[in-house]
């Protein structure tokens, strides 16, 4: 039923994840962007194992669809601090141990 979509939807964050381009941006930077569009729950670049730079991608999450949805309507490339960012929904955060 919808309720129980609504539901789901509301006790998995995880699933309201935004996939983008970082080129050195800092997590603060991407929240403060993102979050004109809702509640942003976590920014998160990941690393080069053996170097430890970040990498040139990250995952906002949104605490409900509404900030995914929002960032998406506004298109596609965002600017955030001079840079031209893409952006896309990202897939379900995997659990931990799965991408390991």
């Known amino acids: 039923t919808q309720r129980a979509r609504i539901q789901m939807i509301k006790s998995n964050p995880g ?4 996939y983008h381009a970082s080129f050195g941006l800092a997590p603060e930077i991407l929240r403060g ?3 004109q ?3 942003v729950l976590d920014v998160y670049i990941p690393k080069e194992r053996i170097s430890g730079k970040a990498k040139n991608y990250g ?3 949104f605490e409900a669809d509404k900030g ?3 960032a998406l309507a506004f298109g596609d490339q965002h ?3 001079g840079v031209s960012v893409a952006i896309n ?3 379900t955060r995997p659990q ?3 991408d390991e």
Do not use: N, P, Q, Y
């Open 96 to 98: 931990r141990g799965e």
């Open 15 to 18: 699933d309201h994840r935004l």
């Open 59 to 61: 995952f906002t999450t």
């Open 37 to 39: 569009f809702g509640k």
């Open 68 to 70: 995914v949805m929002g």
């Open 79 to 81: 600017e955030i601090g």
């Open 89 to 91: 929904r990202a897939g």
């Open 33 to 35: 962007h993102f979050s």
